[in-house]
């Protein structure tokens, strides 16, 4: 059970601001200021007014416009300064909560909601920025007005203070219990909504796939459900602020009723002036709003808490794949590949690899078949390091890759994946992809290599053609010769390819292969081959099954061997 606010978290991001801020609390003080002078005002002018005074009241009428333009001129100066430094300390923290994410292995995003995270980088971020917001333009500013105005109240008649403050107690424990109820409900109501937008995300994202097996009714069910417990979770929530205004409002008005008996007999007593009482409940009014405000207040904050608790939840998980303290650049390498004794599990259950060593020469082809699930795949992750084996080394160029910075490394592992995945922006963009600054001429250049460049000149902005989101106004033999001219600009040394021709058509497959033929030119290239048409020319067919590697040998060797590999063969071709 969490015990310990996590607010705190968010003194760092405070730090730097605390010029602005303290700009923006001495423009609170001396709005601040004004309060009881108001109250002692109204006091003044009932008087004035009683005695039918209008010399006097004009005078008062004077100071009022004085005293009201300082006042507005330092609420000003609060209000925007606050508003500054609560959207910065926001933006601060979106920055670094994105930054954190990018930090996180492969393995996190493979069972995190996308929906999830986009609702945390932006809706929980913005919850606390108003709360930053909110503590510093309403919460102290009305503590200091209620301060102020009290000191006043009890200037005037210390008596009548004290009994008109008999059921605050009570409100202070009541505010509180409907505090603690506000955080259990709101935590509720994020984590119901975040569900609701990875919903909409994955929906958004398979809808050809959703139209293709006529689930349109299925989704709408299945979204007016997960629409409906986001409902009763906010509902709850609701219903429990209703709930406080109510009672505490209940409270307010037999605090203002006991305030009007002991004033009576105040004045009775002779303690207390006609005038004296009229400022009494001037300043009395004076507190209705800043206890209303705190109230309600409070009640955010328990909200814009448990926005905090799920940010820094966030940043709270710790990379799996992290570089060494020192760790050393990469020199140009000449793709030297040694895996030796690799064992890995995504979990302590399931071996995935088991012993596993390999030596590829620079320069040389290496193919991987096997079932689905036998390696083949995470064999390769491995390499750039998506993730870190359990027991083993990696070593390229006789270099552990453990021992090299993250960047030089991955700068130097070109991949070409099945599926392309392409960003909006321009087609020049997507080729330089990573690189902030590029040569438009060398994206051309890779483009040629690719055989991207015609395709490219034939729209109307060429490089410049926008592309939409996921590239779905490009073919996929566009897209897949796209992601070749980008993998020929990064000029790695080794080169992974996912069987980056399986989905094309004929035409666009012989494209893709002569631009692929091009690009692992003199690269130590690893194939992930699904089908074994594509194969034949690598200078060894690894065959694994179960983590191990079971065959190895050319195309022609494995076929006369006649055991696994050509099993495999024989099945895809007999049919």
Known sequence: MKTRSTYWQILPYLRPQKQTIGKALACTVVFTIFWPIIAWLVGETAKFIGKGDLQGFAQIAALSAIIFLIRGTAQYGQDTLM??????????????????????????????????????????????????????????????????????????????????????PLMAILIGWFGERLLSYSRQSQNRISDLSALLTEVFSGIRLIKAFVAEDYEIARFAEEAEQNRRAKYLSERVKALQFVVVGFLEAMSVILLFFLGGWQISQGNLTGTQFISYIAGVALLIDPIAITTANYGDFKQGEASSDRIFELLAIQPTVVEKQGAIELPHVTGKVEYRN??????????????????????????????????????????????????????????????????????????????????????????????????????????????????????????QTWVGERGVNLSGGQKQRIAIARAVLLAPRILILDEATSALDSESEGLVQEALERLMRDRTVFIIAHRLATVRRADRILVLEKGRIVESGTHEELLEKGDRYAGYYAQQFSQ
């Open 342 to 463: 690799i064992n890995f599990a995504y979990n302590s259950e399931t071996p995935i690899l088991q012993n596993m060593s390999l030596l590829v020469l620079p320069g040389e082809m290496i193919a991987l078949v096997g079932a689905s699930g036998a390696g083949k795949t995470t064999l390769v992750n491995l390499l750039p390091r998506f993730y870190d084996p359990q027991a083993g080394q990696i070593l390229i160029d006789g270099i552990d890759i453990q021992d090299v910075t993250l960047n030089t490394l991955r700068r130097q592992i070109g991949i070409v994946p099945q599926e392309t995945i392409l960003f909006s922006g321009t087609i020049a963009q997507n080729i330089a992809f990573g690189q902030s600054y590029y040569e438009l001429k060398d994206v051309q250049k890779a483009a040629e290599i690719a055989n991207a460049h015609q395709f490219i000149s034939q729209f109307p902005d060429g490089y």
């Open 83 to 168: 508003a500054k430094a609560a959207l910065t300390i926001a933006l601060e923290i979106r920055k670094k909560v994105y930054a954190h994410l990018q930090s996180l292995n492969l393995g996190y995003f493979e069972t995190a909601k996308t929906g999830d995270l986009s609702y945390r980088l932006t809706e929980d971020i913005d919850r606390i920025g108003e709360v930053v917001n909110k503590f510093f333009h309403q919460f102290i500013p009305c503590v200091l007005q209620l301060i102020a105005v009290l000191g006043y109240m009890i200037y005037l008649n210390w008596q009548l203070t004290l009994g008109a403050l008999i059921i605050a």
